[in-house]
């Protein structure tokens, strides 16, 4: 039933808060403030579509798609550490890391085929050769390195054809890069904002990542004795995966806050301890205690994990506000205009 | 194709997308100009597109936010008409409030970032400079849904593969109009050749300008925009942004060969690095 009455001299007897919301999004209204929340600078004004998204948020599943880009690091690292183990006489090192790229590898595809809306038609990833689409030349790169993964450690562990296998070994190695940093440009290569203006510092991330988690596969399943240069990569890997992050949500600006804030946020505050516990655990204590070896190279995994999620979700996040797509895309425009014009 | 060498073909202006694409005797491109000025909320346009392309219910939801009970494009929405309450008079008039309405769709981009991220070759471009999914190739990857700068495309759940707009392909092959431009009732959506259109529109925005109209402006009309233009452009009476439109949207492929770059140092880097490591740390004993 309507209270209100619609007279000479107006509407009276309005029930409040039934007002139509005009115009302006109400994207702003709902949000509650956390206590003890100051914000240090103002909220971007801008005007949305009653605060709906501009974008369609990517239909990826973390467990699929960020789980991947942890395994595809993992293994790509893998590869070019363990040749370098291998050609310099350690060969448990080299066998522990040609196993876990295997694996991780096999994990990735796997994660990749379930994430794909027709599983069962994975095979028109091959189906043309297309430099445009980071996923084509992914898919490709896979269907290069995965074999030659896969032979490196079949050969290693079961002895067979020891010169196919240091082929196959030298093989991954060159490709393994490849592996470790396409999946940057993947995510970059798109209109989510928080990847795609990430996307000069993006593989840094990833190379840095990548190298920590393979240290820490070594660190977990090699003899102290053979680990010395795994420890020194988790240390470089770790500190370049954290700088490039830095890095980049500074250059970022407004677009680092999906970094700073909700899930995103606590993941990649988890991973940057992780990181650093694990690496300096492994580097100080990894060559005397098994244990402590063991510990940090589990660290510097679960550190490499948490990135990849963390930047997962930022760019979920970033995808389903309206503010960043329309704030910096706003400002731009409003900066050409102004040149135009000549500041007038 | 020599015609191809040397030239940038990820951003810019693209007079001929067709040709480029590989047909050489391409029709003239097709595509949208809607003029929302006169566009009535009607939704005939969404009701029609959805008939004659068979697609799906999207939802019957009743949203509470205004008469746009759609939301938003999607996989089964290729049409989708806006709904927008001003605290702005229309007119002459001193005081009171406006509606803009207006019926938004694929802008089938000069330089089409899902095109160019579809892995399997299921996104093609038309020889009427369209862009259409070829959903028995498609394999769902979703890679051109955040890749699409507009918030168009995207994955049909139960389905697992993408659909969007094909302005028509299977009815402007026959010389007949897109479903939406014939069922508008107002010629709010006017179908035709890419450069006649243009030059109606801006022909339309000097009458609105001339009429006091000084809000009017076209959105996607710019063959030197981010994305090289638009097959189907708009003339609005707001900013972009009102309407759920990007300001400023920008293919994000432009900037691919610097991303390889950045990813071919970091990779770089680690070659480098690890070499460097295993150098320092030397050879370990005697047995190999």
New interface residues.
């Given amino acids: 039933m309507s209270t209100s009455d619609v007279t000479k001299d107006g509407v009276t007897g309005q029930r409040e808060g039934r007002d139509?919301?005009?115009?302006q999004g109400?994207g702003r209204g709902g949000r509650r403030k956390r206590r003890g929340e100051q914000a240090m600078v103002p909220e971007a004004e801008?005007?949305?579509?009653?605060g709906?998204?501009?974008?369609?948020?990517?239909?990826?599943a973390a467990a699929d798609v960020a789980a991947y880009l942890f395994l595809g690091g993992l293994a790509g690292?893998g590869s070019?550490?363990a040749a370098?183990?291998e050609?310099?006489?350690?060969?448990a090192a080299a066998r522990a890391l040609k196993i876990s790229s295997l694996v991780a590898i096999a994990g990735s595809a796997a994660a990749l085929i379930h994430?794909?809306?027709?599983?069962a038609?994975?095979v028109?990833?091959l189906?043309?050769m297309?430099p445009?689409?980071?996923?084509?030349v992914g898919?490709w790169v896979l269907a290069a390195y995965g074999p030659a993964a896969g032979a490196a450690a079949v050969l290693d562990v079961t002895g067979l054809f020891k010169p196919l296998g240091r082929a196959a070994t030298v093989g991954a190695a060159a490709l393994?890069?490849?592996v470790?940093?396409?999946t940057?440009?993947l995510i970059?290569?798109?209109?989510?904002p928080a990847w795609?203006e990430g996307?000069?510092?993006?593989?840094?991330v990833?190379?840095g990542s990548?190298?920590a988690a393979a240290s820490g596969v070594a660190l977990l399943a090699a003899p102290a004795?053979?680990t010395?240069?795994m420890r020194?990569?988790a240390v470089?890997g770790a500190g370049?995966d954290l700088a490039a992050a830095r890095l980049m949500e500074r250059r970022l600006g407004m677009l680092a806050e999906p970094y700073r804030q909700g899930k995103a946020g606590k993941l990649m505050r988890a991973a940057e301890i992780l990181s650093v516990a694990g690496a300096a655990g492994g580097a100080l204590l990894g060559g005397r205690s098994r244990i402590a070896a063991a510990l940090g190279g589990a660290a510097l995994l679960a550190g490499s994990a948490c990135t990849r999620f963390g930047i997962f979700h930022a760019?979920m996040r970033s995808?389903q506000d309206?503010k960043y797509?329309?704030v910096p895309?706003?400002e731009?425009?409003n900066a050409?205009d102004t040149a135009k014009t000549g500041g007038a | 194709m020599s015609g191809l060498v040397g030239r940038n073909l990820l951003a810019g202006a693209e007079p001929d997308v067709a040709k480029d694409a590989g047909y050489p005797d391409a029709p003239p491109r097709m595509g949208f100009f809607t003029d929302t000025s006169v566009c009535i909320g009607c939704k005939a346009c969404e009701v029609a597109c959805k008939e004659w392309n068979s697609v799906p219910e999207d939802g019957l939801e009743f949203t509470g936010m205004s008469y746009d009970n759609t939301q938003g494009l999607g996989a089964d929405t290729w049409r989708h008409v806006a709904f927008i309450e001003q605290d702005k008079p229309v007119g002459n008039a001193d005081s009171g409030v406006r509606w803009l309405m207006a019926s938004d769709v694929c802008k089938h981009c000069t330089h089409a970032a899902c095109l160019d991220v579809c892995p399997t070759g299921s996104l093609f471009r038309t020889e009427f400079g369209t862009v259409v999914v070829q959903e028995d190739i498609c394999n769902g990857c979703g890679y051109c849904v955040p890749a699409c700068p507009y918030g168009v495309i995207d994955q049909r759940k139960e389905d697992g593969r993408v659909w969007k707009c094909t302005l028509c392909y299977d009815r402007i092959g026959d010389g007949l109009e897109p479903a939406c431009a014939k069922a508008c009732p107002t010629d709010s959506i006017q179908f035709g050749p890419l450069d006649e259109l243009r030059e109606r529109a801006a022909a339309r925005v000097d009458q609105l300008h001339g009429m006091g109209v000084e809000d009017a402006r076209l959105y996607g009309h710019d063959p030197e925009d981010g994305v090289g233009g638009d097959g189907a452009f708009f003339l609005l009476l707001d900013e972009p942004e009102v309407y759920g439109l990007p300001p400023d949207p920008v293919v994000t492929t432009r900037d691919l060969p610097s991303m390889w770059r950045h990813a071919g140092v970091a990779a770089a880097a680690l070659v480098a690095g690890a070499a460097a490591l295993f150098t320092v740390h030397g050879r370990l004993g005697g047995r190999r």
């Fill in positions: 139509a919301l005009i115009g109400t801008f005007t949305s579509y009653y709906k998204p501009v974008l369609n948020a990517p239909v990826w690292a070019v550490l370098g183990a050609l310099t006489g350690r060969p994430d794909l809306g027709r599983p038609r994975f028109n990833m189906r043309v297309k445009t689409s980071p996923m084509s898919s393994g890069p490849v470790a940093t396409y940057a440009v970059a290569d798109t209109a989510v795609h996307y000069r510092e993006m593989p840094l990833f190379v990548g190298t004795a053979e010395a240069p020194s990569a470089l370049l760019g995808a309206p797509t329309v895309q706003r731009r425009a050409r």
